[in-house]
Every structure is written in C-alpha cells, then in structure tokens.
C-alpha cells in the first residue's frame, strides 16, 4: 500500500510515543486521503451540476382539431435514462394514423421504450447520443415487426425528436414534418415520404415488386397523388399498413444536429397543417406566443385557409437558454430551396465587419450538423461500424434485442455480393423473424395479399 510507505518513525519516549518532524500516523494519513477522494467526487459531481445548469430548458405545448381521430401525441419533457443516472432527456412524437387508430396508438405506446431498449447501457454522454441513430432505425423496425403480429391493416406517420441539451435527433416515416427556427433561420429536420416527393422511393418499391401510380377512374382516366399498389398507399415508409407490401418500409430517415447556445422553437404537424401552410408561415402566426399557445394558433391558421380536412396536430418545442426567463424568436429569413440542402451554417454578408477578411474573421455556426441518412437498407443502417464502432452487442439481435444462443444468429451482410470490409460472417445479427423482415422490406419474400388498384386508400 502506497500509504504504509508513508507510515512515520516512531522512537519511544517516556510512556509515549514521539513523530519525527514533519511527520503523520497511518491513520491520520488514510483519513486525510479518503477525505480528498470525496472532496474530489463532490467538485465532480458539481462541475456535472454546474454544466446541467448551462443546458436549456424544454417547454411545450400541442393543438389538435379532430376529423377522424387518427392522430395522437407524445410529449414527455423529462426522460429519465436507464439504467439510473446523467442528466434527463425530453421526447416527442407525432402519429397520424389512417384507416383506423390502431398503428398510431401501438407506436405510440411501444415505440419510445423499443428505441430505449436499443441504446446499450452505460454510455458516456457523447457515446450515447452517437447511438442514437442506430437506436432510433432498429425501434422503429421493431414496433413495426410487432404491430404487424396483431393483424390490424392501419398504419401511422411517425415524426420522433428527443432533445438531449442542445443536441436535437429527429427520426420520421410518412409526411408530417418537423421543422426548426433558429435565430431567424429555418430548417427542415425530417423527410417527406410521399411518392410525389421522391422519384428515388419510387424506383426502390418497383424493383421489390410493388407497383406505383395513381388511382384508376371509369375511362381510364388516373387522379389523385401516386400510390403504392396494392394496397393504394401513398406513402413509401409508415409504421403497420399490413395490407400493402411490405417494401412499403419502417426504415426512418434520421437527422441529428447541434443548436446554438442561442436555442431555438420547433414545429412538428401532421399534413393537416402542412397542405395549408409553409414553414414560414407556421413560425410567423403563431411568433412571440408561448408553446401551447402557438400550437393552438398555428391548428387554427391552417383550419382558417384550408377548412377541417383531416385530423390537423400541432406540436410546439422551445429550447430556451438558461440566461433567458422566455424564449425569443427573431424575426425568420427565407430558407434554402432545397428541402434537405446542407444549409447549416451563417454565411457573411458583403456589408460584414468580416467580410474584408474572410479568412481571420468568420462568423459561428448556427446549426451544426452531426448526423444525416435517410437509406432504406438495414445492411447499412444497423452495421456495427455505422456511425459507431464497438458499442453494441455482439451475440445480440440488432432488431429485437433478444438473446442469441451460438449458430442462430444471421449476420446482417448475408447475402451481399458486394466484395470488401463488409463479409457475411461479421455482425450485427438477426434473429430468424427480424432476418425476414429484412427481406420482406428487400423485396425478397412477399407475404402480403394483393388488392385491386381500382380501391381507394385513407391516406
């Protein structure tokens, strides 16, 4: 022991004993350094409480006005990690469901815990959040796989954001839409998966073997937005729809950015809100409002220009500093053309005091961007590689999480033909159902009934 060698002389004196100058008993030595560990703990654990109490605070609030009562929300500000300990998280969601409640209320009940239960356990802060992606594209599949075992046809929109500090990671299928202001500048933060939008999503379900095209009319005539046949679907990923082909996928589209330490309001509708009005116009009716407020301006905006279509959701999000008492929101600039265009970072402007000197003086970002992937293959987006490397679970299914005895686990690389890093007998690993799920969503098995594409669909 490091102490003992610091134990002191001792020389006898009269009854006693006597220390040599300068000099401590064993005692005494263990006792002062038991002391400094808990002291240092203590400054530890304050320099953790001191940077919680730098993060922003969450506020929301959501609207709704109901046509058919297909869209349900999730607002829990305060998520406490599992196991036990580091700071809380804040999660939010949007289901708009159609023909029937059912996928909507399932997601929503199931599918933040499916997500959670993908993040293994004891990661740093960093670490967890760079799980989070992989998290969010396995829990999505997995609430999807089970839905399906209940043998209900309805099916659901998903938009899922959790906010970790400033820190913001948005998953979504369908085409409800989260959108964020930042010190006056807006940003797109999910995908839109309607057919109409993506000649890409389009290609990928014909070569699985679905078919896509617009509703077929007496005379031969076609109407409507594209959709998915069988099953007349116009979107090309939601969460159930058992009556559409399975290429018709639960793959999300993950965005994960970093605010400012200036924060920031978030907006996440359904299509009620968004067939109606723009993202500007959404921030500018409801501006200077708090969050419930807000929602319940921008619902009524929407009802005002476009009447009562459809079930029409608005959720509102401010991340406020803690410097600020409540939020502000600056006036908003035009955003970029392109709906997913990197547009995440302040540019100077000729009339800047930097603009002389570009490279001495450069303005901060607003925006930082982390993470971005809107691929439908799993191959990819559960690789152990991708985006981190050694943090899950070897022996474990990617998808369900269930344990696997050795030889029954499929790698997720079976199949590829492609040569290089990626080899079959490298995980991650899928257990027998989740490894035909994957197939099905590849077009390689077929296990859904086929309807007439003269039928109509809910959504």
């Keep these: 022991?490091?102490?003992?060698?610091?134990?002191?002389?001792?020389?006898?004196?009269?009854?006693?004993?006597?220390?040599?100058?300068?000099?401590?008993?064993?005692?005494?030595?263990?006792?002062?350094?038991?002391s400094a560990e808990r002291a240092s703990a203590s400054a530890s654990a304050g320099a953790g409480g001191r940077e919680r109490e730098r993060w922003p605070s969450v506020a929301a609030g959501q609207a709704c006005r109901a046509k058919k009562g297909e869209d349900f929300a999730l607002l829990k500000p305060a998520c406490e990690r599992l196991p036990a300990g580091g700071a809380p998280f804040s999660a939010f969601a949007l289901f708009d469901g159609h023909n029937g409640s059912g996928a909507a209320v399932y997601a929503k009940e199931n599918l933040l815990s499916n997500v959670m239960c993908c993040v293994p356990a004891d990661l740093s802060g960093d670490e967890w959040l760079a799980a989070l992606p992989r998290a969010l594209v396995a829990g999505f599949v997995k609430t999807d796989k089970d839905f399906q075992t209940r043998a209900h046809s309805s099916g659901t929109t998903v938009t899922f954001v959790i906010i970790d500090g400033y820190v913001v990671t948005v998953a979504s299928v369908g085409d409800s839409r989260c959108v964020l202001e930042a010190e006056g500048t807006i940003y797109h933060l999910s995908a839109d998966h309607r057919f109409d939008a993506s000649e890409e999503e389009v290609g990928r379900v014909t070569e699985c073997g679905g078919e896509v095209g617009r509703l077929n009319v007496v005379g031969g005539a076609e109407i409507g937005p594209l959709r998915c046949w069988p099953g007349g679907l116009c979107l090309s990923r939601s969460?159930?729809?058992?009556?559409?082909?399975?290429?018709?996928?639960?793959?999300?589209?993950?965005?994960?950015?970093?605010?400012?330490?200036?924060?920031?309001?978030i907006i996440i509708s359904s299509d009620g809100v968004w067939d109606a009005l723009t993202a500007d116009?959404?921030?500018?009716?409801?501006?200077?409002?708090?969050?419930?407020?807000?929602?319940?301006?921008?619902?009524?905006?929407?009802?005002?220009?476009?009447?009562?279509?459809?079930?029409?959701?608005?959720?509102?999000?401010?991340?406020?500093?803690?410097?600020?008492?409540?939020?502000?929101?600056?006036?908003?600039?035009?955003?970029?053309?392109?709906?997913?265009?990197?547009?995440?970072?302040?540019?100077?402007?000729?009339?800047?005091?930097?603009?002389?000197?570009?490279?001495?003086?450069?303005?901060?970002?607003?925006?930082?961007?982390?993470?971005?992937?809107?691929?439908?293959?799993?191959?990819?987006?559960?690789?152990?590689?991708?985006?981190?490397?050694?943090?899950?679970?070897?022996?474990?299914?990617?998808?369900?999480?269930?344990?696997?005895?050795?030889?029954?686990?499929?790698?997720?690389?079976?199949?590829?033909?492609?040569?290089?890093?990626?080899?079959?007998?490298?995980?991650?690993?899928?257990?027998?159902?989740?490894?035909?799920?994957?197939?099905?969503?590849?077009?390689?098995?077929?296990?859904?009934?086929?309807?007439?594409?003269?039928?109509?669909?809910?959504?």
């Design 239 to 265: 969460i159930g729809d058992q009556d559409v082909g399975e290429f018709i996928i639960p793959v999300p589209y993950v965005k994960q950015i970093k605010l400012s330490s200036a924060g920031g309001r």
């Design 281 to 459: 116009m959404a921030f500018s009716c409801a501006r200077g409002l708090p969050p419930e407020a807000a929602a319940d301006q921008i619902v009524k905006e929407a009802i005002a220009s476009k009447g009562l279509r459809d079930d029409t959701t608005c959720i509102v999000i401010d991340i406020i500093p803690p410097e600020k008492i409540s939020p502000t929101v600056q006036p908003a600039k035009k955003a970029g053309k392109g709906l997913f265009k990197n547009i995440f970072y302040k540019k100077a402007t000729s009339d800047s005091p930097c603009h002389a000197d570009k490279d001495q003086c450069t303005q901060p970002d607003l925006v930082e961007e982390v993470f971005e992937d809107g691929c439908p293959s799993l191959s990819r987006r559960l690789d152990s590689e991708y985006p981190v490397r050694n943090m899950f679970k070897l022996f474990i299914c990617a998808i369900c999480q269930v344990e696997l005895e050795s030889g029954q686990g499929i790698s997720i690389h079976e199949g590829l033909s492609k040569s290089g890093k990626l080899r079959p007998w490298d995980g991650p690993f899928l257990c027998h159902s989740c490894q035909e799920k994957k197939e099905a969503m590849e077009g390689k098995r077929h296990s859904r009934d086929s309807s007439s594409r003269n039928s109509g669909s809910s959504e």
């Design 1 to 34: 022991m490091a102490a003992a060698a610091a134990t002191v002389e001792a020389v006898g004196v009269a009854g006693g004993r006597r220390r040599r100058s300068g000099s401590m008993a064993l005692g005494d030595l263990l006792r002062r350094e038991a």
